[in-house]
């Protein structure tokens, strides 16, 4: 199934070709000539990039297409790397509650405010996230440190404890990672 979308934006003439080898693409063509229409269409996208000869302010996944002469079959390689870097920043972005967390900048968002956090901190709060239960001490250090638990360490404690200290700072938000008895929790 083909989920990805090209949206081609006031260029007539490359809309064209482009429909004639959409069944040998691996995206859907679609054609705008307004700004109006552009918006509408994409509310109701997903995975989308925008071809256009300018860019279109407040509009995201745009590829400004301006380098003339280009052959088609190199315009297509640049289309289908535009879309994996789509997707890879799609991957990137993982969103836990009210948070959304950079994977690749290593930081954490909540409405205006924002938090850089280290590779361990982003890999402690995906471990916990991904799981509905507490996690115990010893699972953090074998899974997220890789640390034989028969080693007597308070490593996990302390980064937790930093990292519930960073995020109070920056969020005001002392339940984002919950303690209990048999370990730790995201707060969902």
Known sequence: MNDRNLIVHRLNSLYKIFKELEK????????????KSLINITKSLNNYLIISNKEISKINNQYIFNQL??????MIEK?????????????????????????????????NASLKLT???????IYLSKINKPITINEL??????????LETHTVETHIYRLRK????????????????NGYQIKK
Do not use: C, H
């Open 119 to 125: 590779e361990k901190e982003v890999n402690t709060i």
């Open 24 to 35: 040998d693409l691996n995206f859907k063509v679609i054609e705008t000539l307004d700004e």
């Open 79 to 111: 289309l289908n790397i535009e879309f994996l870097k789509l997707k890879f920043n799609e991957q990137s972005q993982v969103i836990i509650g009210d948070y959304t967390i950079d994977i690749n900048a290593r930081k954490m968002f909540s409405n």
């Open 69 to 74: 002469p280009i052959k088609v079959f190199r």
């Open 166 to 181: 960073k995020i109070l700072k920056s969020f005001l938000d002392n339940n984002f990672i919950i303690s209990r008895n």
């Open 141 to 150: 250090q074998s899974k997220v440190w890789d640390y034989n638990s028969d």
